[in-house]
C-alpha cells in the first residue's frame, strides 16, 4: 500500500515538471520540484551526507495530507531531490504524516513523526487525533513503517500534541513534542532506550495563553556552548511594539533542562529571525559539531504567487549558531562560499540626498558592506535592491535614524507582497554590518555577523534586476561593497 502511494505521487510530480512555472523558482535554495512545501523535518547526517525531508504535498502547490518530501547534500550547498520518503497509507497517518525528526541508530534511518486523522467531515481543527510513530531505512531511501509508538498524550483531552524532536542525551533517546492543552501551551518529554518503548518523563515547560500563545509547534531542544536552548513556533503571541507582526513566530528561550525532564527557563523570549516568512525552524549537530538551522522560509497566509507556477515554498539557507549570552547568533554555513562565482568590488562612497546606481545586476546575487553611522545624516539611507528599470519595483534595506532601526521594506518587492520589518540599531553602534543573499524570490539578510537575521520572500519581475545605494535628506556613507554573483543550481 504504503510503495503504491508512493509511486502515485511520483507520478504526480513527474505530470506537474513541464507545466511548472520557474520565474521565481529559487536558484541555490531548496524547493519542491513541484507541489507544496512546508517544514523542515528529520535533519540528520547519515553515512556521511546530510538529509532533509519535507513537509510535502505532491498532488498540489496547496497544502494537503502531508507526505515527507526527501534530499541529500554532502556539502550543505549541492542537493539531490530523492524519492519521497513517507505517504500517508496508514489508519493511523492517513491524513498526513506530519512534521517530526530523524536519528541514526546502528547504521539504520530512523523517522519520528507524527500521524495526523481528521475526525469529522470537514477539515476542523477541533476534531483530529494525533499519534507519533517510527519507520526506519537501511538504505536512506526506502523507508519502512513501524506503526505507532505514542497512542494517546499524557492528558487525554489533549488533541493536538505533534512534531517529535528526538535526540540523543547520555545514551538514552529523548523525545520533546509541542503541545495545547486548552489554550495552554506545553512541551512534553519522553524518554526511550531502543525508539519504540516509551516512557513519560512529563511536562517540561508549561505556558500560559498570555503571554506565551496557545500551542508550541515544532520544538527542539540542544546545548549549544554550555546553556540549553528551547527553540520552537509559538501559535497564538500578540504582536507588540515591533514584535510577533507575522501570522506565528519562531521563538527560543535559553535555561537548563535537568535530568528529571525539566527545562528551568533562565532567560526572555526572541523571536529567532525578523522578516515576514520564516517558521518552523529545525537544527542538526554536524559531525564537525557545528549547530546548524533551516526553516522555513514562508509563513501562513503569506501570498504565495508560485502556487499559480505549481509549486511553493522553500527551505532557508542553512545556517550556523554560535551563543552570545542568552541570544543565538545565526551565520550562513560556511560551505555557502562555493556558490560565489565574479566578483564586483565597489568603492566606498557618500550618497547626498538621492541615489547612485550601482555598477551590478542580477536576481541570485550576495553583497557584504558596512553602513557607517557617524559619518552619515540622512534620515534614511541603505540598497535598494531587485529594482525594475522604471523604478516601481524594488527592495528597500536601510538604517532609519529616527528610529534607530534596520528597516526590510517589501512594500514594492512584486507580486502579492507588502509590509516591512525591522531590527533595533543601538545608541552605540558606529556602524552596520550587512550580509544579503538574494534568490529569484528571496532576500535573507544577517545583521552585524549574524546577531540578527531578517528573512523574507519578495516577487519582483525576473527583469527587475537593477541595484543603488540611496539617501534621504542629508548623507548616507557606504563602504567597499563586495558583490558576488551566485551559482544558479536549479534545486
Ligand atoms: C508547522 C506545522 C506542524 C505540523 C505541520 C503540518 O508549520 O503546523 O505543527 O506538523 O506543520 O504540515
Partial sequence: MHAALLDQAHRAIEKKLPERGNDYRLGYHLSPPAGWMNDPNGLVFFRGEYHLFYQHHPYSAQWGPMHWGHAKSSDLVHWEHLPIALAPSEAYDRDGCFSGSAVVLDD???????????????????????????????????????????????????????????????????????????????????????????????????GQRVPDG?????????????????????????????????????????????????????????????????????????????????????????????????????????????RDGERLRMRPARELAALRQSQTLLQSCEVKSGSCVLDVQGALLEFELELDLTGS????????????????????????????RLVLDRQSSGAGVSGVRSVPIAAEQTRIALRIFLDRSSIEVFVDDGAYTLSSRIYPRPDSLLASAFAVNGTGCFSDISVWRLADLNI
Fill in 108 to 206: 539504520t534511518l530512523y523517522l519520528i513523526y507524527t500521524g495526523h486523522l481528521w475526525l469529522g467531515e470537514v477539515r476542523d481543527d477541533d476534531k483530529i487525533r494525533q499519534v507519533q510513530c517510527l519507520a526506519s531505512s537501511t538504505d536512506g531511501i526506502n523507508f519502512t513503517k513501524h506503526g505507532v509508538v505514542l497512542q494517546t498524550p499524557p492528558d487525554p483531552s489533549v488533541m493536538h500534541w505533534r512534531d517529535p524532536k528526538v535526540w540523543n542525551r547520555d545514551g538514552q533517546w529523548w523525545m520533546a513534542l509541542g503541545a495545547r492543552q486548552g489554550d495552554d501551551p506545553q512541551l512534553l518529554l519522553y524518554r526511550s532506550r531502543d525508539l519504540h518503548d516509551w516512557e513519560y518523563l512529563g511536562c517540561a515547560l508549561q
Fill in 214 to 322: 496557545y500551542m508550541w509547534e515544532c520544538p527542539d531542544i540542544f546545548e549549544l556552548d554550555g546553556r540549553d536552548f528551547f527553540l520552537y513556533s509559538p501559535q497564538g503571541l500578540k504582536p507588540a511594539g515591533y514584535d510577533n507582526w507575522n501570522l506565528f513566530q519562531n521563538s527560543y528561550r535559553t535555561g537548563q533542562l535537568d535530568d528529571s525532564g525539566c527545562f528551568h527557563v533562565r532567560g526572555d523570549l526572541h523571536e529567532l529571525d525578523h522578516g515576514h516568512d520564516f517558521y518552523a525552524a529545525q537544527t542538526l549537530l554536524a559531525p564537525d559539531g557545528r549547530r546548524l538551522l533551516w526553516a522555513w522560509m514562508d509563513m501562513w497566509e503569506s501570498p504565495m504567487p508560485t502556487q499559480a507556477d505549481h509549486w511553493c515554498g522553500a527551505l532557508s539557507l542553512p545556517r550556523e549558531l554560535s
Fill in 377 to 404: 545624516s540622512a534620515e534614511r539611507f541603505g540598497l535598494a535592491l531587485r529594482c525594475s528599470e522604471d523604478g516601481k519595483e524594488r527592495t528597500l534595506l536601510y538604517f532609519d535614524a529616527m528610529a534607530r
